[in-house]
């Protein structure tokens, strides 16, 4: 999945953070929630669109039917309208990961980072610190390392307390060998959002590093028993 700029704007409902998850829906408007991501995922995005465009009109402050409804849009081909569902996904709840991840992925590939920056300049700051994470992601991608580590500093600057942009951070100080610096922002990262596989790799790489075996032994073990991989 991915996730053009659009022109949804929410205001004040985004800014307070006010949204409907799936838990407190009615058990039957769950139901058609989970009915819906199989359409999507059986390509019968039709009937997936008509359930979740009912979740809407019944509960307009339901993220998910939004980020479901963009992700309809983006393997239609209409990345304008599939951007502007991400980003209202994302204004009601600026910590669904999935929608920012989405919205992030989709104007990466068609405008690439700079385009992200564009759309970010508009919003408040929770969510304009998950789009210039996002921008620095895509920078990374792109290997525009300082455009990156730039964006990453005004994430920071905006929210100290999102998990992504520690990650990102400590992949932009692992690559330029700034090695205690990359440790200390995989260590945010794992404290705020706990061990992912790729934070698991990364901190085994600065382990071996510092030929510290303890943490070595550690995170092995965090990838075989976490993440089943193989030693």
């Not at 019968?44 to 992700?71: C, R, S």
């Not at 920056?117 to 992601?137: C, F, G, M, Q, T």
Request: glycine share 6%; proline share 2%; charged share 25%.
């Amino acid at each position: 999945m991915l996730g053009i700029t659009g022109c949804a704007h929410i205001g004040e409902l985004g800014r307070s953070g006010e949204y409907v998850d799936l838990e407190a829906l009615p058990l039957a408007d769950q139901k058609h929630y989970q009915l819906s991501l199989y359409y999507i995922e059986s390509g019968h995005y039709q009937v997936a669109e008509k359930k979740l465009k009912q979740l809407v009109a019944n509960h307009p402050t339901f993220p998910d039917a939004y980020n479901g409804l963009g992700v309809i849009y983006e393997r239609r081909g209409q990345v304008t309208q599939a951007a502007d569902y991400f980003l209202q996904a994302i204004q009601f709840n600026p910590d669904y990961e999935t929608a920012i991840k989405n919205y992030g992925a989709l104007i990466c590939y068609v405008e690439g980072g700079d385009g992200i920056i564009s759309v970010a300049k508009d919003h408040y700051p929770r969510v304009k610190s998950r789009l210039y994470s996002e921008a620095a992601r895509c920078y990374i991608e792109e290997s525009q390392w300082q455009k990156a580590a730039e964006a990453l500093d005004e994430a920071l600057q905006l929210d100290s307390d999102y998990a992504d942009s520690y990650l990102l951070k400590a992949k932009i100080d692992f690559r330029a060998a700034r090695y205690h610096a990359a440790e200390k922002a995989i260590f945010r990262f794992n404290d705020l959002h706990g061990y992912t596989e790729e934070s698991a790799r990364l901190a085994l790489l600065l382990a071996q590093k510092r030929g510290d075996q303890v943490d070595i032994d550690r995170y092995k073990n965090v990838l075989v028993e976490q993440f089943k991989v193989s030693k």
